[in-house]
């Protein structure tokens, strides 16, 4: 899931390569680098250990111009982080490749390579490929032709970008797997992992297919298919603006995204219900007739968006009566699972790109499934073109790399599902006016919720010494308390585990202590007298309790008890609500631990390798 971006243009291209990769940072940050073609010929190489601003502080004391170029940041696979396996990476005389994805069967080409002679000067699968492309020049002498007679070569996952020094004004691209777009100048193209990184240079772009070989030069885009014939692709223009990647008045991106979910709320409902009911054509022309099929639903997943299936379990079983399960995407492609065309395969990702979530689909479809639905956030994604159906959620960008606005909006897609299937099963239509009414107030309720910063930073003061905290709720807030374990985790780096309220004594209660903060999820439902029971058990073994909750609930701050008071909420809403403030506890804990809040060790925001 790294990023590359490339250029050709009668400009210098670096800065451009440098700007889409500050904005392709969230793909990973472990290492950046940038390959060039000078004018005067001869491609030079500058490659840091590190973040982007590393490699703009390295071109500023070995400056660099050119009309052609292509760079990378890097979130480690093969080989750890270091500058000799930072990309692009390099083969014989002036071949230069950036890549995306994971190679499978590098060791093997790596073994055919050494044994002709090659030596390698990384450990990365990348590295193969360029040596690979490299083999096939010594025929051809044509980089497009020995591009496309390496990529059968390749087994797995990829997005490339490849310049030859002795072809000037010319770059190849590729891609099986992993996400590439071309971007449309007036005398200039491009090509970058997400739009995001072209916006600040045109709005015209081209989203390529599974198996697409690009030619580009200034003045023309040739597209190849898998098959090797030429075909045309429609250019779109994009609707997001340069700006919407900007962090604006906010200190991180996360704390942007947070605040930027009453309107992402808005967004994702419009046009989508009425004032009593959902509108089954949000899912599109087919959706009726697929939705009749249905008599099951597995929902499939990774991360932050199998929590949001795990809410969704809740309301398709209790409100619709459609039976549900869902797995993490990563686990369903290896085992038994039984298929039956009634049931209805739901993949939920922001990206679209989800390596693993992508893989299970089609394991889905091959083993005989009913109709597929993906809930995504990127309309022209993998998923999307592979599914059925689709639902955008309309988040918006998301820059920062713990999710926020695009579990809430998920979250709300997943309420709209399952409004219309209840319809199908039984469902009695005061429930789905009732739902609706409900999220026609979410985004002020979201606005409410998120009046609680203040508060919280204060509290997040309770954290500065902390190693580890428990996370509790109960029913449909279970899944909740998971999304706030991982989001304390992924950015603080404090060990945060998440449990059902009611499994605390049978093993969890054992670490309760004062130095294990405990954090509880306690809408005012019919599982609040329980939950205070279950927290009383905290309470007696002298650990610290902070509680989300309802004014109503009957908890009340005492000596061991923090209890911060959420307001009269739905309770068919209260899970969207009730992650408000554990993302913004997050946040703020992170802060007080010096953490690096937007970019998070080890991580990266679009996971497009299995």
């Keep these: 899931m790294c990023g590359i971006v490339g250029a050709v243009a009668e400009r210098d291209v670096v800065p451009i390569l440098l700007e889409g990769l500050k904005r392709l940072e969230y793909r990973g940050y472990d290492s950046a680098g940038i390959a060039v073609r000078l004018n005067e010929g001869g491609v030079r190489r500058l490659r840091v250990q590190g973040k982007v601003q590393g490699l703009r502080d390295a071109l500023q004391a070995q400056p660099l111009r050119a009309h052609q170029g292509i760079a990378h940041t890097r979130w480690a696979t093969h080989g750890k982080p270091s500058e000799s396996n930072a990309h692009p990476h390099m083969a014989g005389e002036g071949v230069a490749l950036v890549h995306n994805g994971i190679i499978e069967n590098h060791e093997q080409l790596r073994a055919q390579q050494r044994d002709n002679g090659i030596v390698h000067s990384s450990e990365t699968d990348t590295e193969t490929i360029a040596h690979q492309i490299h083999h096939y020049l010594q025929d051809s002498q044509d980089l497009l032709s020995a591009v496309r007679s390496a990529l059968p070569d390749l087994d797995g996952a990829y997005a490339l970008g490849v310049i030859y020094d002795a072809e000037p004004g010319r770059l190849v691209a590729a891609r099986r797997g992993s996400p590439l777009v071309i971007g449309v100048g007036i005398g200039e193209h491009f090509i970058a992992s997400d739009v995001a990184a072209l916006l600040p240079v045109t709005q015209q772009v081209i989203f390529l297919e599974e198996g697409d070989v690009v030619d580009l030069s200034r003045e023309h885009v040739q597209i190849y298919d898998a098959s090797g014939q030429p075909v045309t692709r429609r250019i779109h223009t994009s609707e997001l603006q340069a700006d919407a990647v900007e962090r604006g008045e906010y200190r991180h991106y996360m704390l942007k995204e947070i605040f930027e979910q009453p309107r992402a709320a808005t967004d994702t409902l419009e046009g989508r219900i009425t004032d009593t009911q959902v509108l089954e054509s949000a899912f599109g022309p087919n959706a009726s007739a697929l939705f009749d099929k249905v008599k099951a639903v597995q929902i499939i997943a990774c991360g ?214 405990v954090i509880a999820v306690a809408p005012n439902n019919a599982l609040q007298e329980k939950l205070k029971s279950n927290l009383q058990e905290v309470e007696a073994r002298g650990g610290q309790m902070i509680v989300f909750a309802n004014h109503r609930a009957l908890m009340k701050t005492s000596n061991y008890v923090e209890v911060m008071e959420l307001g009269e909420v739905d309770e068919m809403i209260s899970p969207l609500i009730y992650t408000i403030p554990l993302q913004l506890l997050a946040y703020h804990v992170a802060l007080i631990k010096g953490t690096d809040v937007d970019q998070p060790r080890n991580l990266a925001k679009s996971v497009t390798v299995e």
Aim: aromatic share 6%; with cysteine; charged share 20%.
């Design 304 to 517: 932050t968006s199998y929590h949001a299936g795990l809410v969704a379990r809740y309301w398709l079983e209790s409100w619709a009566k459609v039976p549900c399960a869902v797995e993490v995407a990563s686990e369903f492609r290896y085992r038994d699972v039984l298929a039956r065309p009634d049931i209805l395969v739901i993949t939920i990702s922001q990206s679209g790109e989800t390596a693993d979530t992508l893989a299970a689909l089609h394991e889905a479809q091959r083993l005989g499934f009913g109709p597929s639905l993906t809930l995504c956030n990127a309309p022209e994604s993998a998923l999307v073109r592979a599914s059925d159906m689709a639902l955008m959620t309309r988040a918006g960008p998301e820059i920062g790399v713990a999710s926020t606005k695009a579990f809430t909006t998920q979250l709300i897609a997943l309420m709209l599902l399952t409004l219309v299937l209840g319809r199908r099963h039984g469902m009695d239509a005061a429930l789905e006016r009732r739902a609706v009414q409900a999220l026609q107030k979410l985004p002020a309720q979201i606005h409410q919720a998120l009046q609680l910063n203040k508060p919280i930073e204060a509290l997040a003061e309770r954290f500065a010494d902390k190693q580890h905290s428990l996370f509790l709720g109960r029913g449909v807030h279970y899944p909740i308390a998971l999304e706030g374990a991982l989001k304390l985790k992924e950015i603080s780096y404090i060990h945060a585990e998440a449990y059902p309220a009611g499994e605390l004594k049978h093993g969890p209660l054992a670490l309760v202590d004062a130095e294990m903060p």
